[in-house]
């Protein structure tokens, strides 16, 4: 039995380029560097190491402008086999209720196993999207994997749990967040690459989501409303100060110590 595997992963900004808004507070996504979520990456070495011990076809899914595709082929160039890119106006400015149904729409178009996504994105924090789906497909969900192994037509995964863990198993077909603790994700090959900057990646928009209604989608379809959005708070100007003395330095610290009431 070949086990069919869909990931489903996100190109994030990559903070340490800087962060931009658009005038309604979502991000500029066109403007910023980007990067495989940290977590997904995690889920995709998940299923390709299922790929290498057991068989499977794995296909990676993801929801974004045009330019995601980039995302697709760096997966491809690890090993994924098939990259779905689901792309369309109307799906701009989505939060996780409209991200999820999205691709859950998508995932109607498919045959599949076993789904594994992230926990969370790392321009989000929130770990719903996966969860989401799991309930928009009517299929069982496990979060928080540290391992994920199959045996027969189930999965069995190692579940972070505070102090602990658990061990679950559950008939496929089924979704998994992955944690990016999960594993070390391999590094893309020379030859994957060069395969991937060639392959086709499949591309759908509104059209092809299955089940899903237009007031479910995009920012309209979004029932979070973002209050507030900035990049980081930038720190005040310091204080520059020469004393005369190793007791006059001291004695100035405690003052500033004890007007924060640190101490």
């Not at 595997?5 to 309604?24: A, E, L, R, S």
């Not at 979520?37 to 299923?47: C, F, I, S, T, V």
């Not at 491809?76 to 409209?98: E, H, P, Q, S, Y």
């Not at 509104?206 to 979070?224: F, I, Q, Y």
Request: proline fraction near 5%; charged fraction near 25%.
């Amino acid at each position: 039995m070949t086990v069919k595997i869909v990931v489903c992963i996100k190109q994030v900004p990559d903070t340490k380029g800087g962060v931009k808004f658009n005038p309604d507070g979502t991000l500029d996504r066109g403007a910023m560097l980007t990067i495989m979520n940290p977590d997904d990456k995690a889920g995709l070495e998940a299923a390709l190491r299922i790929k290498d011990e057991y068989g499977a076809e794995v296909t990676v899914l993801t929801m974004g402008l045009p330019k995601a595709d980039e995302v697709l082929r760096e997966a491809m160039a690890m090993g994924a086999d098939k990259g779905i890119l689901v792309t369309d106006r109307v799906l701009g400015g989505a939060d996780t209720w409209a991200t999820s149904t999205t691709l859950a729409g998508a995932l109607r178009n498919l045959d599949y196993d076993l789904i594994i996504t992230g926990r969370q994105a790392i321009d989000g924090d929130t770990a719903q999207v996966g969860p989401q789906i799991s309930e928009h497909l009517d299929i069982p969900v496990i979060s928080y994997a540290e391992d994920i192994k199959i045996d027969g037509d189930s999965v069995v995964v190692q579940r972070q749990y505070e102090d602990r863990y658990h061990i679950l198993k559950a008939k496929m077909p089924c979704l998994v967040t992955a944690l990016a603790e999960l594993n070390e994700p391999r590094y893309m090959t020379p030859g994957g690459i060069f395969d991937a900057c060639d392959a086709e990646i499949t591309t759908w928009g509104r059209a092809n989501l299955v089940d899903v209604e237009d007031g479910d989608l995009g920012l309209k379809g979004s029932p979070t409303k973002i209050a507030k959005a900035s990049d980081k708070v930038r720190k005040g100007a310091g204080e520059k100060v020469t004393p005369d003395s190793p007791a006059e330095a001291v004695d100035y610290i405690m003052d500033k110590l004890l007007t924060k009431h640190v101490i």
